[in-house]
């Protein structure tokens, strides 16, 4: 049983996990006992529903030796966390290796790349995009005929620049073939978000039923979020992401941001869509992102959108009042409690309320040169936040000063 067509042709959302695999063309590098955890990990957000909801792109097998061996690892080691996938190019041998490397995996599968334009069949494979994609067919044939049990999956690259008929009859052929899932990938990032929904919603228009697609769109204009959210729209139930966004050059969708939307926002983004065999946990969505940012290198920002170290913070006077005014949704969906932070901007009630953290009561006097001094030791440093134990010593210090009352 292929867990993925099943749930896609269901309407349930699928999501592709690229991190390991992509985000190393980002400049990262996830050792195997990294990949084993992110897969567990991700796959638990959706209790035991995870490997219908999650493939997990786990390696390039024909990378190397230890690429091979990290991919494997995932395969067998998180196995009933997620579906496990080995992304390969379209050759006879790569894809016997990629069969290999995760082979007797429950829900294995392997991800076939064909380039679908003749400029990009000209760089990878030197002949025309026709050829290759008739090759393709019989390698998912050979796949499904070799006795792996792996499901073996297409991805169609540099598909905006390929015909839409074209891109049509190949996932027909394909799919007549075996294949589980046809990615549409935007390898370039060029989309623009108009012409993403009418590729899809043009691609839906001339498939047969039987085809799932899927979405693996890049962010080098700064549009994979929402040209992803156009692919769900059209109806695709296959989405690729990264954790961090981290894929070659400048991203791809970041995993926490979809499906957080998609989550939270289900209503608003769809209507009644019934997404999920199970509610994804978004509580997990944090820590994981923290991990991969430790793995990875890749830093969480103030400014990093539902991961951020910003997210929950408050550190001005009227949000302090009012939070749920001033924010989009309420941290404690991701399991986030709001934080007082002492800038520069600081109120006094704010300025308080750290000092409350710290074990300090102010009265008016001491709440008035202390707010004084964090808004200048905040210039004096160049640095906005101020920590509470340091607004602590400057309490301790203006209290010693302070003249003492005659008896």
Do not use: Y
Not at 84 to 90: K, M, Q
Request: glycine share 8%.
């Amino acid at each position: 049983m292929d867990l993925v067509r099943e749930s896609a042709l269901g309407g349930r959302l699928v999501l592709w996990e690229e991190s390991a695999r992509d985000g190393a063309q980002g400049k990262t590098l996830m050792s195997a006992d990294f990949r084993v955890r992110l897969a567990r990990e991700q796959g638990r957000i959706f209790g035991a529903d995870g490997p219908r909801h999650v493939v997990f792109a786990a390696g390039f097998p024909a990378v190397c030796a230890d690429e091979f061996a990290a991919t494997r690892r995932v395969a067998l080691a998180a196995a009933g966390s997620v579906s496990p996938a080995a992304v390969c190019r379209a050759t006879a041998r790569d894809v016997r290796q990629a069969c290999d490397a995760v082979r007797g995996a429950p829900n294995a599968r392997v991800l076939i790349v064909v380039p679908a334009s003749d400029e990009m069949a000209d760089a990878m494979v030197h002949r025309p995009a026709a050829d290759a994609l008739a090759e393709a067919v019989t390698l998912v044939h050979a796949v499904r005929d070799g006795g792996t049990g792996v499901i073996p999956d297409v991805c169609l690259a540099d598909a905006p620049r390929a015909d839409v008929g074209v891109l049509a009859s190949a996932a027909n052929a394909s799919t007549e073939a075996g294949a589980g899932v046809i990615v549409i990938a935007d390898t370039t990032g060029d989309l623009l978000t108009e012409r993403c929904a009418e590729l899809f919603r043009g691609l839906a228009e001339r498939v047969s039923g039987d085809v799932v697609l899927a979405s693996h769109l890049h962010n080098d204009l700064g549009l994979g979020l929402a040209n992803t959210l156009a692919a769900v729209r059209a109806g695709v139930r296959v989405v690729s992401s990264s954790w961090l966004g981290v894929a070659e050059r400048s991203g791809m969708v970041a995993t926490e941001q979809l499906l957080f939307l998609l989550a939270h926002r289900t209503t608003e983004l769809l209507g009644d869509a019934g997404l999920w065999h199970t509610a994804p946990d978004l509580t997990r969505l944090p820590a994981i992102a923290r991990a991969v940012s430790s793995e990875t290198g890749v830093p969480l920002s103030v400014t990093t959108p539902i991961v951020g170290t910003g997210v929950g913070t408050i550190s001005t006077g009227t949000p302090f009042v009012r939070p749920a005014t001033f924010q989009p949704f309420d941290p404690a969906v991701l399991g986030i409690e709001p934080t007082v932070v002492l800038t520069h901007l600081a109120s006094a009630r704010v300025l308080r309320a750290v000092a409350a953290r710290a074990g300090l009561v102010l009265d008016r006097a001491e709440t008035a040169a202390a707010l004084e001094w964090v808004k200048a030791e905040a210039f004096r440093r160049n640095e906005a936040v101020i920590p509470a134990e340091h607004l602590a010593g400057f309490v301790e210090a203006f209290r010693a000063a302070a003249p003492v009352p005659a008896s």
